[in-house]
């Protein structure tokens, strides 16, 4: 036990888990960080981030038979030749779909950090208000003055452009300048904004750095270049990620210890003490079991897997998973319904084009039930969306040689799109459980996912159809074209819940620091956590509550209410 005792553990080295491992070996806490995937360090193993498509194989496609292996990550936007290192395979980590469900997940040090869609948007007060006055949800354990300071905390290091706009459904952060809209873009915000007077079209904010401030050169982190191949690995350090931030500066402190390859089987409670004292390790490789223990442990596995480990976590005292006498672990699981696009024509500007590919688009913040709920559904969404024109228009019918490279080079008309990222609600039937006759190859049993929409969702995205088509109208857009994508909850990579906080240990796991009701010295702050989701990106909102945790820990430590 002398040789394998740490401080603090911290299971997962993704987006909240390297937050913990700064802030704990900052703080002069000797850290342990379990990463049940392989190491990948940045730079070093980023194989693709230089490449060009024809330095691939396939030219950057991935061959038949691997997508009919693994149906699910294959769905994934950023799946492809050159990223699919950074992704778990179905074929080599199953779970059981009681009703389709996309998991997608990110099985090396850095998780899904390093393949993120770095969109980064504070909570506003009505987020943390809205689903227990709307009685959608349970209230809330904290509101928008608590976690505004570890916001801005977390920003200032991770390097977050955007514009000031001064808006309460959307609060203002630590900035770095943002990225221009292009002029059709501008257009569109004159006109939807002068349409309507309470609705926002504004510039996305993302975890980029336009103008490094001298915290990222410290990092070793450069100004992003507009390439748009971040999936691959950035070679610059320019988007933010575990590998490029967070741990290489917790290794600094000679606090952390990282150890990949290893699958957290469970939390151990020792009966006798009363008290979580440790955590059970398999070998990926060798499948050799080992323990390790701490005075305190975070869980930050991503919520589906933080889930699977608390309800394989079973004991005398807790026989139904580790602090679960309510019931309540593994319900309650939600995520974010991207289902509904549109496409548009706009005319005009076609002496007019852009320059580089921007890592973001515009947003509008949420509209609906924001002060009271209004609509005839409960919950919000927020429109995102933006203009280009493409380029080699009539490359179909061109011949070879000069005719095709003239075709290449001709710009076409501008189009615009949009698409929507909404809430969902909260459900008791939307859960996970454990499979009782199913194992993976580590001995854990399959998890099972039991999560679909419901009319709620149906009458969310009914109205984004209706107010995206009026509002792209009234801009001007020609030919507007409605989608529904019919994709699996999961898709999005936005799941929450399953442990959520609370005020009452009867209808929640955690209190407002993220710390279990009834296991003081067991945290946790990934998307497990989240009472709710909100309209926002979840992953800045994860980063914070996990600074703040830390930050509560450590002072309870010190005080001895952990030990």
């Not at 602090?323 to 309540?328: E, H, I």
């Not at 939307?430 to 199913?438: M, P, Y």
């Not at 699996?488 to 955690?510: C, F």
């Amino acid at each position: 036990m002398n040789t394998h005792e740490y401080d603090a553990i911290v299971i997962g080295s993704g987006i909240s888990g390297g937050w913990a491992a700064k802030e704990f070996c900052e703080k002069g806490l000797k850290t342990l960080v379990l990463e049940r995937g392989r190491d990948v360090q940045h730079l070093k193993d980023y194989p693709t981030m230089t490449a060009a498509p024809w330095d691939m194989p396939h030219r950057n496609q991935i061959p038949l038979d691997q997508k009919l292996a693994d149906p699910v990550v294959n769905r994934c936007y950023a799946y492809a030749e050159d990223t699919q290192h950074f992704f778990a395979k179905d074929s080599e980590h199953p779970y059981v779909q009681e009703k389709p469900f996309d998991w997608i997940r990110g099985y090396q040090v850095g998780g899904k950090s390093l393949i993120w869609a770095r969109q980064t948007q504070r909570w506003s007060r009505y987020e943390f208000e809205r689903p227990g006055r709307d009685g959608y949800s349970i209230e809330w354990p904290i509101g928008y003055a608590d976690i505004a300071p570890w916001y801005s905390h977390v920003e200032r290091f991770v390097g977050i452009s955007g514009n000031y706009d001064g808006l309460d459904t959307l609060p203002d952060g630590e900035f770095l300048p943002a990225w221009g809209l292009n002029c059709v873009e501008k257009e569109l915000q004159k006109r939807i904004k002068a349409a309507y007077p309470d609705r926002d079209p504004i510039g996305g904010r993302c975890a980029h750095l336009t103008k490094p401030k001298e915290i990222h050169l410290q990092q070793g982190r450069g100004q992003c270049m507009a390439r748009n191949q971040c999936y691959r690995g950035c070679p610059f350090g320019a988007y933010f990620s575990s590998n490029s931030g967070t741990l290489p500066w917790a290794a600094k402190t000679g606090n952390l210890t990282l150890r990949p390859d290893s699958v957290v089987h469970s939390l151990i409670f020792d009966d006798e003490k009363g008290k979580v004292t440790g955590v059970r390790v398999i070998d990926r490789v060798t499948k050799e079991a080992t323990e390790y223990f701490a005075k305190v442990i975070f869980l930050n596995a991503a919520t589906l897997n933080t889930n699977l480990i608390l309800l394989n976590s079973t004991s005398k005292r807790y026989p139904n998973g580790l602090g679960n006498d309510s019931g309540l672990l593994g319900k309650f699981v939600a995520f974010h319904n991207y289902r509904g696009s549109m496409s548009a024509d706009f005319e005009g500007f076609e002496d007019s084009y852009y320059f580089g590919r921007r890592p973001t688009t515009m947003m509008m913040p949420n509209f609906r039930n924001v002060k009271k709920q209004d609509m005839d559904f409960q919950g919000g969404y927020m429109p995102f969306f933006s203009a280009s024109r493409g380029r080699g228009n009539g490359v179909a019918d061109a011949a070879l040689g000069a005719e095709l490279k003239q075709a290449n080079t001709e710009v076409g008309p501008w189009h615009v799109w949009m698409m929507v990222q909404a809430e969902t609600v909260p459900k008791e039937t939307n859960q996970v459980s454990l499979s009782k006759d199913q194992k993976d190859e580590w001995g854990m049993p399959l998890l099972k996912i039991d999560v679909s929409y419901d009319d709620n969702d149906e009458k969310v995205l009914a109205d984004f159809y209706t107010q995206g088509q009026e509002m792209l109208e009234k801009a001007g857009c020609k030919n507007i074209r409605t989608s529904d994508s019919g994709q699996n909850p999961g898709l999005d990579i936005h799941e929450m819940g399953g442990v959520r906080m609370g005020k009452d240990p009867k209808t929640s796991l955690l209190n407002g620091f993220n710390q279990f009701h009834e296991l003081p010295n067991v945290f946790v702050t990934d998307g497990a956590a989240m009472s709710s989701t909100g309209v926002q990106n979840p992953s800045l909102t994860f980063m914070a509550l996990t600074a703040r945790a830390v930050d509560y820990a450590v002072k309870e430590l010190k005080k001895g209410t952990l030990s």
